[in-house]
């Protein structure tokens, strides 16, 4: 027995066309102009950052918003780069050491002195074999049960 074909159409209307054929082309453009827009998003992120201690400043010393800004910003960036050398010394200086022992950490590891190799036929990962409790849970903390100083059951007569 042999099934009638049937033939079916399939009709795309020249809106939803039109619509994602926009919506490519605007894909498209902000992916040209990525890095214009991450400066501007950067910017704007930065303008509100900075609004309310540039406001501050303004009212407490009455200076002009333009000098304000200035103040802040180079406040900012003064702060941030006096924690990047308090923070990048040390950091530096670990790396240094560490890269110094390296070879002979990487002599000890291979020489089987911290980790030794496991045994041949051991697989890679074994199972974990979940121990049962010896002994049954116990209950909650009575802390929960614990009342406020002062505190009474029953009104007193």
Same mark, same amino acid.
């Given at each position: 027995?042999?099934?009638?074909?049937?033939?079916?159409?399939?009709?795309?209307?020249?809106?939803?066309? +039109?619509?994602?054929?926009?919506?490519?082309?605007?894909?498209?453009?902000?992916?040209?102009?990525?890095?214009?827009?991450?400066?501007?998003?950067?910017?704007?992120?930065?303008? +509100?950052?900075?609004?309310?201690?540039?406001?501050?400043?303004?009212?407490?010393?009455?200076?002009?918003?333009?000098?304000?800004?200035?103040?802040?910003?180079?406040?900012?960036?003064?702060?941030?780069?006096?924690?990047?050398?308090?923070?990048?010394?040390?950091?530096?200086?670990?790396?240094?050491?560490?890269?110094?022992?390296?070879?002979?950490?990487?002599?000890?590891?291979?020489?089987?002195?911290?980790?030794?190799?496991?045994?041949?036929?051991?697989?890679?990962?074994?199972?974990?074999?979940?121990?049962?409790?010896?002994?049954?849970?116990?209950?909650?903390?009575?802390?929960?049960?614990?009342?406020?100083?002062?505190?009474?059951?029953?009104?007193?007569?």
């Amino acid at each position: 027995m042999q099934l009638p074909r049937y033939r079916a159409e399939i009709t795309v209307p020249a809106r939803t066309i +039109l619509l994602l054929a926009g919506v490519f082309f605007l894909g498209w453009a902000l992916v040209s102009v990525r890095d214009a827009l991450l400066l501007v998003f950067t910017g704007v992120f930065l303008g +509100l950052v900075f609004e309310f201690p540039t406001r501050a400043l303004q009212r407490r010393t009455r200076m002009p918003r333009g000098l304000a800004a200035t103040v802040v910003v180079l406040g900012a960036v003064l702060v941030v780069t006096a924690l990047a050398l308090v923070l990048l010394v040390p950091l530096v200086e670990t790396l240094r050491d560490y890269l110094r022992a390296l070879p002979e950490l990487v002599e000890r590891l291979s020489s089987g002195g911290w980790a030794t190799p496991a045994p041949p036929g051991t697989p890679r990962t074994a199972p974990i074999r979940w121990r049962r409790r010896s002994r049954p849970r116990r209950p909650p903390s009575s802390a929960w049960r614990a009342r406020p100083r002062g505190w009474r059951s029953r009104p007193s007569r």
